[in-house]
């Protein structure tokens, strides 16, 4: 009877630090995933903040660009997009270019490539030197019909 009793307690004992083992082996797993699940949070968090200064940058680089919608297909092949658009400015604001210095830094037709399906011409944008300009210029644009030789635009 003493050996089956000494018995049980070598085996109460065995399983006892047996699931001590797990207990502990549970614990670290939990603290595992708590890190981990942290660290995703964190990833997280600095993703969007990323974003948001890819947004800030974006805008900031954009923020100086005028888009014209309407001007005709090949308009600007002959004189390109930054002559084009300061005829137009001639012509639609007399009075404001000759009051401010016109700088463009470049203009171009968006996008690069031309989608056949797509009836509409592309938009020209053209990014100016000061935002102050970019300003003006749509001020004085809502203010009156814009043409180009006749054809409306906006």
């Not at 595992?32 to 993703?47: H, K, S």
């Not at 011409?121 to 100016?128: C, D, E, F, G, N």
């Amino acid at each position: 009877m003493k050996n089956t009793i000494e018995e049980i307690k070598k085996n109460l004992d065995a399983l006892n630090s047996r699931a001590y083992n797990m207990e502990e082996r549970i614990s670290n797993l939990e603290d595992g995933n708590i890190e981990l699940l942290q660290a995703e949070e964190e990833r997280e968090a600095r993703l969007k903040r990323n974003e948001e200064t890819l947004q800030e940058l974006s805008d900031t680089i954009r923020r100086c660009n005028v888009r014209i919608i309407g001007i005709p297909e090949g308009e600007e092949k002959e004189k390109g997009a930054e002559s084009l658009f300061k005829e137009i400015m001639a012509e639609n604001f007399p009075n404001l270019v000759r009051e401010m210095d016109l700088q463009v830094t470049e203009a171009n037709r968006s996008p690069n490539f031309i989608n056949a399906r797509r009836l509409t011409p592309r938009h020209i944008v053209v990014k100016l030197a000061k935002v102050n300009d970019k300003e003006k210029i749509l001020r004085t644009a809502r203010q009156k019909k814009l043409t180009y030789k006749g054809t409306p635009f906006r």
